[in-house]
């Protein structure tokens, strides 16, 4: 069965950095592009990053761009998102995701900005 399990995730204080991974089984992770998601209290799930399968390729939110990097380690099946001048409103819960014919979304993993 498909599964992706976040990691990473912590209290941190304003300026500080965290890089979170998602670690992805029972598909050919190489194949697919990866994207991060992340939904604050109150709000609606949004994208933070994407990927391509090959990584040769990524966008960004414009709310993180400059600050957030997405990558993937094709070897470990895993994807990346480093998180640099962490900000109050980075404040959610980060979402890994893929599609293989439909949705598939990991438990996700909270991180907090916070002084």
């Known amino acids: 069965q498909m599964r992706l399990v976040e990691s990473g995730g912590d209290l941190v204080p304003p300026g500080g950095s965290l890089r979170l991974s998602c670690a992805a089984s029972?598909?050919?992770?190489?194949?697919?592009?990866m994207s991060w998601y992340r939904q604050a209290p109150g709000k609606e799930r949004e994208l933070v990053a994407g990927i391509n399968s090959n990584g040769g390729s990524t966008n960004y939110a414009d709310s993180v761009k400059g600050r957030f990097t997405i990558s993937r380690d094709n070897a470990k099946n895993t994807v990346y998102l480093q998180m640099n001048s962490l900000k109050p409103e980075d404040t959610a819960v980060y979402y890994c995701?893929?599609?293989?014919?439909?949705?598939?979304w990991g438990q996700g993993t909270q991180v907090t900005v916070s002084s």
């Open positions: 995701h893929v599609w293989v014919f439909r949705d598939y």
């Open positions: 029972a598909f050919i992770f190489s194949d697919f592009a």
